[in-house]
């Protein structure tokens, strides 16, 4: 069974526009919810959260926002940097235990 | 650095021998999660232990097994090995009374042959 759902294996992105990756999730009793960043052969590195409570956290150039009724979360990118090349996962935690991860999304952003 | 370590970085073995993979979980961190990611796919919840005990399994075969120990370092434990189980193995380590976030260290290549 499938917790978390990205339905978009990838997306190309020109440098200096907004990227926008989306991620649902199927069951509402997860109230913490997070995105993560992974280049090739190294570990997942943790980006940003937001908990249940809020609908929007910002961090420098990610924001991320939370629908719980629609149970969906996605990230915004602005300025989309070719650094940000990379496969971004979104997660979804029950108070920081049993973390549960999507499939990936890979961004590509075109210099 | 997440402060995560697993060991070794690459292992190659044959079909049918046992493995066992390491974490060292950051400083502090009870919680330690393993995950699979096979062939560019996503990461697959195999097992949480919490303070030495399992917590939440996910999606791990009876052929795989894993502990945590007094140090609360883990290890994954993998036998029989299929060509089907050459995958990343991922450790991670949290702690919720330090922040919800859980932390990755930079895995483990297993490759069966």
């Known amino acids: 069974d499938q917790q978390v759902k990205q339905n978009s294996p990838s997306l190309s992105v020109q440098e200096g526009r907004i990227s926008i990756l989306n991620c649902d999730y199927t069951?509402?009793?997860?109230?913490?919810f997070l995105w993560y960043k992974k280049y090739p052969a190294e570990g997942p590195t943790f980006l940003i959260s937001?908990?249940?409570?809020?609908d929007k956290n910002e961090d420098g150039r990610f924001t991320v926002f939370l629908n719980k009724s629609a149970k969906h979360l996605s990230l915004h990118i602005v300025p989309s940097q070719p650094g940000d090349s990379a496969v971004y996962f979104c997660?979804?935690?029950?108070?920081?235990?049993?973390?549960?991860f999507g499939t990936g999304t890979s961004l590509t952003v075109i210099p | 650095d997440s402060g995560v370590t697993q060991t070794p970085k690459h292992l190659i073995t044959a079909t049918g021998q046992r493995v066992t993979l390491r974490c060292s979980p950051r400083?502090?961190?009870?919680?330690v999660y393993w995950y699979q990611q096979s062939l560019d796919q996503g990461l697959q919840f195999l097992i949480q232990?919490?303070?030495?005990?399992?917590?939440a399994k996910g999606n791990i075969l009876e052929r795989f097994s894993a502990q945590q120990f007094p140090d609360l370092h883990s290890e994954l434990n993998l036998s029989s090995l299929e060509l089907g189980d050459s995958a990343l193995y991922f450790c991670?380590?949290?702690?919720?009374?330090?922040?919800?976030?859980?932390?990755f260290g930079q895995g483990t290549r297993l490759t069966v042959v």
């Open positions: 991670a380590s949290s702690s919720p009374d330090r922040g919800a976030e859980a932390f």
């Open positions: 069951n509402s009793m997860f109230d913490y």
């Open positions: 937001i908990s249940s409570i809020k």
């Open positions: 997660a979804v935690s029950n108070t920081g235990n049993q973390f549960y």
């Open positions: 400083s502090g961190d009870l919680s």
């Open positions: 232990y919490y303070n030495g005990e399992e917590r």
